[in-house]
């Protein structure tokens, strides 16, 4: 529906006017009067691993971190794997992975466990109890200064592709549309070497960072700029960019309001687990629930409004 509105002439006039009138100060700020009244409330668990993610993110938009490290939680990433290969164990998805395409996605070549069903699925209780854990439900909220909502979870299972195959939507550097500003957590599941597409992040390009204003978003669409441009100013400025290259386990954390890409593999495929952290703002609806073995009454506070419960 909103593609509708935005992509379509003339509803298209109408249609961005909404989405840019929502992210002006006033109406963004009423908006998330409640977010911002339940962050004063709400005591916020940051230890000293929190603080040190949260500088980070705040100078560069990006902190790599891991499971463990987050959640105190040796098993925990074994958990997340092993739930993630449930789900992408379903008929559906293993037709589309040995299909080598998913036709039901603008980014054929990631075949997502969730992705855009009409009702809304169970994720495993290893995904909520990593993504509603208390120390990185406060690190979200307190970066983004209001109590956080729990988005968007899915696992992206991206298919390896053949070298010389067009460059085409978050393989090109870009800026999220979701929110003026978010936080989104990368779980890899694989290793990810330099052949198998690794996000890039231009630190320090996030929404209020000292490149935040190059080719800011456009709401709903957030940005994607002429990448020969960029790619001129990236040789010429330099910006400090940082290529993720990492071991599985590892968590990235990243403000995606800010400049970000995310290859294609040639090699293998990877396999990341994916949150993302919005205000009472963000643009996207949710697609996924809690399994009913998970104790909802249990829930923290921060945990039950991050479930827009």
Not at 33 to 49: E, K, M, T
Not at 201 to 218: C, D, M, N, V, W
Not at 267 to 291: C, Q
Request: one cysteine or more.
């Amino acid at each position: 529906m909103r593609g509708f509105f935005v992509h379509l002439w003339p509803l298209s006039i109408v249609g961005r006017f909404f989405y840019r009138l929502r992210w002006c100060a006033p109406l963004y700020g009423a908006i998330n009067r409640r977010s911002r009244r339940l962050f004063r409330v709400i005591p916020q668990a940051l230890d000293s691993h929190g603080e040190e993610a949260l500088r980070a993110l705040q100078a560069d938009g990006i902190f790599r971190t891991s499971v463990e490290a987050l959640a105190q939680d040796a098993a925990l990433f074994q958990d997340l794997a092993r739930d993630a290969q449930v789900l992408l164990a379903a008929h559906d998805i293993q037709r589309k992975i040995r299909q080598r395409f998913n036709p039901s996605d603008a980014k054929w070549y990631v075949v997502r466990a969730i992705g855009h069903r009409a009702t809304r699925q169970a994720i495993p209780s290893s995904f909520a109890r990593f993504l509603l854990h208390p120390h990185l439900l406060s690190l979200a909220s307190t970066y983004l200064g209001l109590q956080v909502r729990l988005n968007y979870v899915d696992v992206w299972y991206n298919l390896p592709v053949r070298e010389g195959e067009p460059s085409i939507s978050a393989e090109l550097c870009h800026r999220d549309h979701e929110d003026k500003r978010l936080i989104k957590a990368f779980v890899l599941l694989t290793d990810v070497d330099e052949s198998m597409g690794p996000l890039t992040y231009l630190r320090r390009s996030h929404a209020g960072g000292e490149f935040g204003t190059l080719f800011p978003a456009i709401p709903p669409i957030g940005r994607y700029p002429k990448q020969d441009v960029l790619a001129r100013l990236i040789s010429e400025t330099p910006l400090p960019s940082v290529c993720c290259v990492e071991q599985a386990d590892t968590t990235i954390l990243c403000d995606t309001s800010g400049l970000h890409r995310g290859g294609r593999s040639q090699t293998e495929p990877r396999i990341v687990l994916v949150g993302a952290y919005t205000s009472d703002a963000g643009l996207d609806a949710t697609r996924y629930r809690l399994p009913h073995s998970f104790g909802h009454d249990q829930l923290s506070p921060a945990a039950k409004f991050a479930l827009y419960s």
